[in-house]
């Protein structure tokens, strides 16, 4: 990118809260139909939409639902009928919405949801880790992360143009609190620069609800075809994993200024994931959304104070369905010590839900030795502290997953 389009980039960049970034880029996006239910910390998001839409600054039909369960059947409804639509939610509220969840990816409707990731009760809380994402991680969504607010913005994008060419839900995923509270620089694109990326939504016939071109979604069926069925949307969504590098790539030429841009020490960015780093990394910290700015901060100072004995590197997930296998292999495939660090726990497995995935992936296929550490449960500090344990602690022969910081 010349000096002059950087200068451009930097001059368009507002100081704004992560749910108003969000909220703002969705009404560039000019989705027809918005509804969603309030709950926290999601709730700055749809504050402000319906704000927009009273202040006469947005378009779209905003209906008001009794419950998130209501809110996620009238975003499959519009959409079954051809509209482009939005909604969020979080945590109880992803649970309450749970069975139309799977319904939306069962009937391929190209839906966009913003999780503004919680812990799940009981016992209560409102603070940040990933669990209500994992819990509904097998309902046939693609599911995004974001590390900050310009991530969350340039994945929004790419969860519309993803979602409307595949017929596949798209979920963008941001720390509650963490990030949809907190305020960073942010580029916003405005509704005539996202047309260069994203045209208007125009589906096809035969894939929206006519009375004059009828069709049937969410169809019985019987044993003799479900498993079919099933096997179609597992296939297509792991399929997606080239869309979401091409689609990348496409939006950082067509919308430069709207991409993270890359730290000093990045030698892969693409859709799926992004690795900060040595060439040759002896170990490996993997973790997923804002967690990972925390992490960069820990190494970098490590390595200024001569620290570390062994190269660390640093592996972005941003994709974790699909999941990105393959991108993962190149980077750890000659690795020693791999620590998946994750803000979730599958409760009675022997590793988090994570660290599972990348177990599976490297699994006689890498040389590693993959450690879990699970973290931040509830909202807990995740402290640079807490990241040198794990380094350390990455090199002991354990097999067990450990919880951090307790």
């Known amino acids: 990118m010349s000096k002059t389009a950087k200068q451009q980039n930097v001059s368009k960049a507002r100081m704004l809260e992560g749910s108003h970034a969000i909220a703002l880029v969705v009404n560039s996006i000019r989705p027809a139909v918005v509804s969603a239910y309030p709950i926290t910390p999601q709730t700055h998001i749809v ?10 600054l947005a378009k779209f039909e905003y209906v008001r639902a009794e419950s998130e369960f209501a809110a996620a059947s009238i975003v499959a409804g519009a959409s079954a009928a051809g509209s482009r639509v939005y909604t969020a939610s979080s945590s109880q509220g992803i649970l309450l919405m749970a069975e139309v969840v799977f319904n939306i990816a069962g ?3 190209p839906v966009v949801m913003t999780c503004a990731n919680r812990g799940v009760s009981a016992p209560i809380t409102i603070w940040n880790d990933h669990q209500d994402a994992m819990t509904v991680r097998d309902a046939g969504w693609i599911m995004l992360f974001s590390e900050n607010h ?5 994945q929004h994008l790419m969860a519309y143009k993803l979602a409307e060419k595949l017929k596949l839900p798209v979920m963008v995923n941001v720390d509650g609190f963490v990030l949809t509270h907190t305020y960073e620089d942010v580029v916003i694109p405005t509704p005539e620069q996202v047309k260069k990326y994203l045209p208007d939504y125009k589906p096809k016939k035969g894939e929206y609800l006519d009375t004059d071109n009828p069709v049937t979604l969410g169809a ?3 044993p003799a075809y479900y498993m079919e069925i099933r096997e179609e949307l597992h296939r297509d969504l792991r399929d997606s994993a080239k869309d979401i590098l091409h689609e990348y790539q496409e939006l950082k030429d067509k919308l430069p200024e709207v991409i993270k841009p890359n730290e000093d ?6 859709g799926l994931i992004e690795y900060y780093g040595p060439k040759n990394p002896k170990i490996v910290l993997i973790a997923m959304g804002s967690l990972v700015g925390t992490i960069k901060d820990t190494v970098d100072e490590l390595n200024k104070s001569f ?11 941003k994709s974790f369905r699909p999941f990105p296998d393959e991108e993962i292999l190149k980077v750890i495939g000659k690795t020693r010590d791999v620590a998946v660090i994750e803000k979730a726990v599958s409760l009675g497995a022997l590793d988090g839900p994570l660290t599972l995935e990348v177990k599976a992936a490297a699994k006689n296929k890498a040389l590693c030795k993959v450690q879990g550490f699970t973290v931040g449960l509830g ?8 990241i040198k344990k794990i380094i350390k602690d990455v090199r002991k022969d354990k097999d067990d997953m450990m919880f951090v910081g307790k």
Not at 47 to 56: F, N, V, Y
Not at 150 to 154: D, L, M, N, Y
Not at 379 to 386: A, F, L, N, V, W
């Open 107 to 109: 009937m391929r409707l």
């Open 150 to 154: 310009q991530e969350a913005v340039e």
């Open 307 to 317: 620290k570390l004995n062994h190269p660390v590197g640093i592996l972005k997930i």
């Open 220 to 222: 019985f069926a019987s």
């Open 47 to 56: 504050e402000d939409l319906a704000k927009m839409k009273a202040d006469g």
């Open 379 to 386: 909202g807990r500090d995740i402290t640079k502290e807490i």
């Open 265 to 270: 020490n990045t030698k892969v960015n693409n």
